[in-house]
């Protein structure tokens, strides 16, 4: 069974707009990693928040066609069992952030779980540590630089254990030791079975993703392995993902 | 003389021990393009709201064209230095695109159709004309970092600091803006780039200066020849 399954998913942020996503169908396999990518303002992130279920639950355009995660349909999904099973890192993660310390923010979602005090703390631990972040511990979210706050919401998401994880530009604040360290969290998550679907612009950065997704004006132009879609230089130029 | 001169500037953030940054002297010039790099969290963005006085330092002292920074108010610096956030949700507030692009010059009492000009422009050239009417906060993250971007230029400052400018942009929109910029560094407007973005640094700098932990690691020195390696 896929993972992710979408098909014919359209979406308009108010009823008569412009479609956004025209007539989406994809999926994505358990263990796999497929990057979306395409011109600024092509649909990458509401793709993201259709998928997150985050537009079914709290935004008020026109969603139609179907998502389903792991066989179940996101539409019949509310709050905590759609987050057990979803876990979207935003783009900007001012709007992700919101506890006093970056200890707390993690702890937030395991703590809504009611989960055990000593589970979560070894939670909290494990995911500081997995990102290199231990230090941040005690700080407040907001006082961090924007590639430390990147590395705390993906630490906030990653405490869920979500079985597919949509990461949207998470290493776009990052320096070249944090890009790498979140690729090796992203491959290492792949190799336990995680389906991951990140939206990037800087495609050598995600060389490592199994299939590239390319969408323009809400339409999906190509689906394709990563190292043929990354090869065909042809395709990439004409349609300005590279210069 | 340097446009910006900073001698030994130490910051804190309240209730930090740690200083954000410690001792840094650094001068700026307006016929070069400037790169600063450095780690997550090694106090790249502090500097640059310390260079407009939206920070004051705990020691040292700021000077703009030799003057002290203290003695500006915000607005003389802002027509002066104009600066791009590193989120650009944190600088668009106007109800329409248009609007915001045309901010900064209708405060400065430019005429309307002049505005209207560099509007149409901006809006042009970095391919927002057909968002004009839009509510800013609307639009895609790389639309909006386009956005701030343009808003910022239309007021054609001396001095532009641009703080991540690439982060949401894709590979096209990224060209534009290298091209853009380079034009405004022909018209003798100095320059200063906050980014992880190695190949968009090394393609735009002539001069690269890496922070760590708050204090000045290396400096290329004036239209030097360092590259950066991410």
Do not use: W
């Amino acid at each position: 069974m896929e993972a992710v399954v979408v098909q014919g998913l359209t979406y308009q942020y108010q009823p008569g707009g412009p479609f956004v996503l025209k007539g989406l169908d994809f999926q994505v396999g358990r263990g796999e990693i497929v990057v979306v990518t395409g011109l600024s303002g092509c649909g990458k992130s509401t793709l993201c928040f259709c998928l997150s279920g985050a537009i079914r639950h709290n935004r008020d355009g026109v969603m139609a066609g179907e998502v389903g995660v792991n066989g179940k349909n996101i539409r019949e999904m509310r709050g905590a069992s759609l987050a057990l099973e979803v876990g979207m890192v935003f783009q900007d993660p001012d709007t992700q952030l919101f506890s006093p310390t970056v200890e707390d923010e993690i702890a937030f979602a395991p703590e809504n779980l009611c989960l055990p005090p000593d589970r979560i703390r070894e939670t909290v631990d494990h995911v500081l540590d997995l990102l290199g972040v231990a230090a941040l511990r005690e700080a407040n979210p907001y006082q961090l630089s924007g590639g430390e706050k990147q590395l705390v919401a993906l630490a906030a998401v990653l405490a869920l254990d979500p079985p597919v994880l949509i990461v949207d530009e998470v290493m776009s604040q990052l320096d070249a030791g944090g890009r790498k360290k979140v690729a090796a969290v992203l491959e290492r998550l792949r190799g336990m079975g995680k389906t991951i679907i990140a939206v990037e612009h800087n495609l050598e950065a995600v060389a490592f993703a199994d299939r590239l997704i390319v969408l323009e004006n809400g339409a999906l132009v190509r689906l394709d392995r990563a190292e043929t879609l990354l090869a065909d230089r042809n395709f990439m130029t004409a349609r300005r993902l590279i210069c | 003389m340097s446009f910006l001169k900073l001698s030994q500037v130490t910051f804190f953030y309240p209730r930090k021990l740690k200083p954000a940054l410690t001792g840094l002297n650094l001068g700026l010039e307006k016929d070069e393009i400037t790169a600063i790099v450095g780690p997550n969290g090694s106090g790249k963005t502090t500097l640059t709201k310390l260079m407009i006085g939206v920070l004051q330092p705990a020691e040292g002292e700021i000077q703009l064209e030799g003057r002290p920074i203290a003695g500006y108010s915000l607005a003389e610096i802002g027509r002066r230095i104009g600066y791009v956030f590193q989120n650009p949700d944190l600088q668009l507030f106007c109800s329409s695109v248009a609007e915001e692009v045309g901010f900064g010059l209708t405060n400065q009492g430019c005429e309307p159709a002049t505005v209207e000009e560099k509007v149409d422009f901006y809006l042009d050239y970095f391919e927002l004309a057909a968002y004009r009417n839009a509510f800013p906060l609307h639009l895609s993250q790389g639309e909006k970092q386009r956005l701030a971007i343009a808003a910022v230029l239309a007021n054609e400052p001396e001095f532009l600091i641009l703080d991540e400018p690439t982060i949401g942009l894709d590979a096209y929109r990224k060209k534009l803006l290298e091209d853009y910029l380079k034009k405004v560094a022909r018209l003798g407007r100095g320059m200063l780039l906050i980014s992880h973005d190695a190949p968009f640094v090394n393609r735009m700098a002539e001069r690269v200066v890496t922070i760590e932990n708050g204090r000045i690691q290396s400096d290329s020195g004036r239209k030097g020849n360092a590259v950066y390696e991410a």
